[in-house]
């Protein structure tokens, strides 16, 4: 069996080492990346800027392993560590900043229109997620995927929830970030497209409506890529911990290829309500995996433990084919055993009292993580 490869977008917090709160120094961070000879590859730097100054993006290669998507994502997050450093600042796998902040949009013309044309929900964006791109065969299969992966993108963003804090205070949400990107218009669950010639419809239709600047704000949970070929789920927050990232990567692996075996077989899309999936993502944010979650299949409440027992009974064959069974049986236990990075933040709030502290310790962990002493 030829793997598909995938490749991880991360979104990554930039934060003021004494208090912890965000700092807008992208533009000086990638100034002085460009600079360090050891940070591109290939002629490519990949780490670029985000809407807000106070965050960096990354970008792995397209990868076959696992071993080689974790081996990229601690590279990346290292390279993005010392550009902060080296502008004054830290980096922390954050979802959402715990300390209050006013975000500074880059300035980039792009950019600043959507602060026109969408005032709050722009200007306060500054959330960071993950966007995890598995390579499709083509247009036809990517579509017929994304018609079929519907009802399994919520347990992915309960799996990754790292966003409880918001604007100095608990949201009462796993994933906060989740309900902040779901103010743009274009975001969130979408119906069956059908065939290509659909998709490419509906996005025609957001962008006549005048609402929408451009393809790249078609915000979906899961959308095609717009230049390369490949399937993007974007449902996720950052992960606090990068194998958790890994873990993100091999489900949707297995999700890709489980549902193009669906369609080549011929069998139909599940019938889901977009108003249920809507629910069940709300859900997935509300509670992580500390609660229950509506069942990606009876669509009924139950056990986080029981709806990512369904998600990973759904992806064996594919899993167990590709060799990654064994592996993200244990990336998955150690993320239900430990929690995710929603459950560690809150852990170190109740423990300390300080949310600078929070941010230390993800500071800590991100550095760990990837590698740096």
Avoid: K
């Avoid at 392993?65 to 004054?88: I, K, P």
């Avoid at 075996?261 to 995996?289: F, H, K, N, Q, Y």
């Amino acid at each position: 069996m030829e793997l598909r490869t995938v490749g991880v977008e991360e979104e990554l917090l930039l934060v003021d080492p004494c208090g912890g709160g965000p700092r807008a120094v992208s533009g000086a961070a990638l100034r002085y990346a460009e600079d360090d000879p050891g940070a591109g590859r290939d002629g490519q730097l990949n780490l670029s800027h985000e809407l807000q100054q106070q965050q960096l993006e990354t970008d792995t290669r397209p990868c076959h392993s696992l071993d080689e998507v974790d081996a990229e994502l601690r590279r990346w997050r290292r390279a993005a560590t010392l550009a902060a450093e080296r502008a004054g600042a830290q980096v922390a796998a954050l979802a959402t900043s715990p300390i209050a902040v006013e975000p500074a949009t880059t300035p980039e013309p792009r950019y600043r229109r959507m602060v026109e044309e969408f005032g709050l929900t722009a200007h306060e964006q500054l959330s960071c997620g993950c966007h995890v791109h598995v390579a499709v065969n083509s247009g036809e299969e990517g579509v017929a995927v994304l018609d079929r992966i519907r009802p399994w993108l919520p347990p992915l963003l309960a799996l990754s929830a790292n966003s409880p804090f918001w604007q100095g205070g608990d949201s009462g949400y796993a994933s906060y970030r989740s309900q902040v990107w779901g103010r743009w218009p274009s975001a969130g669950s979408t119906g069956t497209f059908g065939s290509l010639d659909g998709y490419r419809t509906a996005i025609q239709e957001l962008l006549a409506s005048g609402t929408v600047l451009d393809e790249g704000m078609v915000y979906f949970d899961a959308r095609l890529a717009r230049h390369q070929p490949t399937l993007e789920i974007r449902v996720a927050d950052v992960c606090l911990h990068a194998e958790d990232a890994v873990l993100l990567a091999a489900l949707a692996r297995g999700l890709v290829e489980t549902s193009a075996r669906a369609w080549r077989a011929g069998v139909d899309p599940p019938p889901v309500r977009t108003e249920l999936l809507r629910v069940a993502t709300w859900r997935a944010g509300r509670s992580g995996t500390e609660a229950e979650l509506v069942h990606p299949t009876t669509g009924r409440p139950v056990p986080a433990a029981v709806a990512v027992q369904a998600l990973l009974d759904h992806v064996t064959p594919a899993l167990a084919d590709a060799g990654e069974f064994d592996t993200m049986r244990e990336l998955l236990r150690a993320v239900l055993r430990r929690g995710t990075g929603s459950r560690v933040q809150r852990a170190v709030f109740a423990r300390t009292g300080q949310l600078a502290d929070v941010v230390a310790d993800a500071v800590t962990r991100t550095a760990a993580r990837a590698g740096c002493a």
